[in-house]
């Protein structure tokens, strides 16, 4: 038995039900690949934006690790500085004591024109200019502020006096001298100080 063209056609009702399951499939996959680009994507930028941050966190690291360098750097370079500088601070203490001895025996009354004395005077002040040469070659400067207004970061008042004939506050004695090492005082002027009488300078008209 022959089959006619009729039978070979599908019944109306199941063509319909099988174009609509094909445009269903095409469908899901047309909305399925998107789905998984996108997601893709978004796990891409997931991990971008964390790489960026731990960039950013280790670029942060960097620079702290090298700002504590320079500062160690600084430190360092100041702490070697002021060894050099103040090192001799205690040596130059010890040898002040020679200074002051060395003035005091210029300052003993006695016969200068003696001519033994005049050759120990000579020796003595020959001495003593070596000490201030070398003193000032390392640093080492003396405070001598007689007649200068009184400087409680330079000098230390033993006594005050009054004194009309000068301003109030002025140093109008130096008792012992004082010296600086590279400008920081290693030991203060003694010194006397002018005050105004207590019943006030006159004035003149």
Known sequence: MSDSSDDKKLDPEAEQDMEENMENNQDSVEEVEPADEQSQLIETMQKLVQAEGVIAHQKDEVLRVQAEMQNLR???????????????????????????????????????????VKALLQGVELTL??????????????IDPL??????????????????????????????????????????????????????VDEKV
Do not use: W
């Not at 430190?75 to 130059?92: M, N, P, V, W, Y």
């Not at 004082?178 to 003694?190: D, E, F, K, Q, S």
């Open 129 to 142: 200019k070596s000490f201030v040469d070398c003193f000032r070659k390392f640093g080492i400067e003396q």
């Open 74 to 116: 600084r430190r360092t370079e100041q702490d070697i500085e002021k060894a050099h500088k103040f090192g001799q601070e205690r040596l130059s203490n010890e040898l002040l004591a020679v200074m002051d001895n060395l003035e005091r025996a210029l300052q003993v009354d006695m016969d200068r024109e003696d001519e033994s």
């Open 147 to 200: 007649g200068e207004p009184f400087d409680p970061q330079l000098h230390q008042a033993m006594t005050m006096q009054e004194n009309p004939n000068v301003e109030p506050d002025t140093v109008t004695a130096v008792m012992q001298k004082g010296y600086t090492l590279h400008g920081r005082v290693i030991r203060p002027a003694m010194v006397m100080v002018s005050k105004a009488p207590e019943g006030g």
